[in-house]
């Protein structure tokens, strides 16, 4: 397996623009989690899925953010409009059982850069 | 304060030191100790998992859970080039699905 891949790699965008981020999980996989890194804040859940349903959304922002899984091989955070202060690293990550026993698999990430 | 709390360096070290990287921690419902391993540009990946107290060794690695103290720690034996890279501490609860992250502790191992 390829492991978990996210799209793009980097997007740069200007303010109040929208931004849409893309995650294909491990084939079997029923967990999945959208996190944000910064230096100041560190890794942050946003939110997550099992079996394509969101169980926890408490750590999205604000309304400008929206997660779907349509389906269990794809996943999308979007942020519209997006401002500078959503810049970041964004990863996807997917596990079987949930992050409870630990292992989490996640993506290479894609860097955010709002101007 | 946070409920996982992890210095955030950078430690720097030479080749073949002993390295100790420590979280603290303050819910004592956390049961789930692990720790990731963050390279440049890359995604989190696991690199060992305790469950409850006590210690675990695999290789030169060994992760030490004093749940009285509320305090983890990673050491590092004979740290290599190769070791440089960001540790992130994780913890979860029995209810929990979601993984509770420290900041991470930046390491640098110098030849």
């Known amino acids: 397996d390829a492991g978990v891949i996210q799209s793009p790699r980097h997007e740069v965008t200007e303010m109040g623009q929208e931004v849409t981020l893309r995650c294909k999980p491990i084939?079997?996989?029923?967990?999945l989690f959208w996190y944000r890194q910064t230096m100041m804040r560190g890794l942050e859940l946003l939110i997550y899925f099992n079996n394509n349903v969101p169980i926890d959304d408490s750590g999205m922002p604000e309304d400008r953010f929206s997660a779907k899984m349509p389906n269990a091989s794809f996943s999308t955070l979007k942020i519209q409009p997006s401002e500078p202060r959503d810049s970041a690293v964004y990863f996807c990550?997917?596990?079987?059982?949930?992050?409870?026993?630990?292992?989490?698999?996640f993506g290479s990430g894609t860097q955010l850069s709002v101007l | 304060q946070k409920e996982v709390e992890q210095d955030p360096g950078p430690l720097s070290v030479p080749e073949g030191a002993i390295v100790s990287l420590n979280c603290t921690y303050s819910n004592s419902a956390f049961q789930y100790f692990m720790w990731y391993r963050q390279y440049s540009r890359k995604g989190p990946e696991l690199l060992m998992y305790?469950?409850?107290?006590g210690n675990k060794e695999d290789g030169r690695f060994t992760a030490q859970v004093d749940k009285s103290s509320k305090y983890i720690s990673l050491f590092i034996r004979d740290s290599q080039p190769s070791d440089s890279a960001t540790y992130l501490c994780?913890?979860?609860?029995?209810?929990?699905?979601?993984?509770?992250f420290g900041k991470g502790t930046s390491l640098l191992v110098t030849p």
């Open positions: 994780a913890l979860n609860s029995n209810s929990g699905y979601a993984l509770n």
């Open positions: 084939s079997g996989h029923d967990y």
């Open positions: 990550a997917s596990s079987t059982g949930g992050g409870q026993y630990g292992e989490l698999f």
């Open positions: 305790t469950y409850s107290s």
